[in-house]
């Protein structure tokens, strides 16, 4: 079993914009897809992105769309998460993870992690 490490995450400005980082505890990610989630207090676990490794199609929850870019690296050693105009309800612990499954329907686009399996996760916080 192939552990995902988030990084990235801390205290951001509101307006300001933070980077995410994934990276798997061996030498590269295995599987299709990855992709992130976010919880914040009291919520539930949300989806945000994701991208497939093979083809790089990637995948945005509409709260995020056109404020977040999901990447890889060539080597498929990291997957980045940048997101712009942070707003607070942005915050929370975000967590990269397997993507079982996506799908497009009436335009929203969302994606699964069926197995559940989820990391420490990365804490980011908005100030206003």
């Known amino acids: 079993q192939v552990e995902l490490v988030e990084s990235g995450g801390g205290l951001v400005q509101a307006g300001d914009s933070l980077r995410l980082s994934c990276t798997p505890s061996?030498?590269?990610?295995?599987?299709?897809?990855k992709g992130w989630w976010r919880q914040a207090p009291g919520k539930e676990r949300e989806f945000v992105a994701a991208?497939?490794?093979?083809?790089?199609?990637?995948y945005y929850a509409d709260s995020v769309k056109g404020r977040c870019t999901i990447f890889r690296d060539n080597a498929k050693t990291t997957m980045s998460l940048r997101m712009t105009n942070v707003g607070p309800d942005d915050a929370g612990v975000y967590y990269c993870?397997?993507?079982?499954?996506?799908?497009?329907?009436?335009?929203?686009?969302?994606?699964?992690?069926?197995?559940?399996?989820w990391g420490q996760g990365t804490l980011v916080t908005v100030s206003s």
């Open positions: 061996g030498n590269t990610f295995s599987g299709q897809a």
């Open positions: 993870a397997d993507v079982s499954s996506c799908a497009v329907k009436g335009g929203i686009e969302t994606c699964n992690n069926d197995r559940e399996i």
């Open positions: 991208i497939s490794l093979t083809t790089r199609t990637t």
